[in-house]
Nanobody, 126 residues
């Protein structure tokens, strides 16, 4: 199993940047595909980005493509989400998620991720 703890959220003005981090426990982090999801008040949780076990392949939602970048450092058991050019509509609780193995069924399916962090709040003011 893996436990996930997010950090790096906060309040930022529109156009600003934040980097979220997700630290994972355990010695098999490289066996997990990782993703970031977000949930705004009154809305369903939505896919933001995902990265393969070795960090070779990354997928980003159309709404963040060109602004956000997911990456991982398996030596540090950490996955990151670099967020640039933030917009008020990016305001949400951001969750780190992990799934053992690859992307069978697709990288965006929330239900296929078995491990979740507690979330970190990102607020973008206009």
């Amino acid at each position: 199993q893996v436990q996930l703890v997010e950090s790096g959220g906060g309040l930022v003005q529109a156009g600003g940047s934040l980097r979220l981090s997700c630290a994972a426990s355990g010695r098999t982090f490289s066996s997990y595909s990782m993703g970031w999801f977000r949930q705004a008040p009154g809305k369903e949780r939505e896919f933001v980005a995902a990265i393969s076990r070795a960090g070779i392949t990354a997928v980003h939602a159309d709404s963040v493509k060109g602004r956000f970048t997911i990456s991982r450092d398996n030596a540090k058991n950490t996955v990151y989400l670099q967020m640039n050019s933030l917009k008020p509509e990016d305001t949400a609780v951001y969750f780190c998620a992990g799934r053992l193995g690859g992307w069978e069924g697709g990288p965006m399916a929330t239900r296929l991720y078995g491990y979740w962090g507690q979330g970190t709040q990102v607020t973008v003011s206009s």
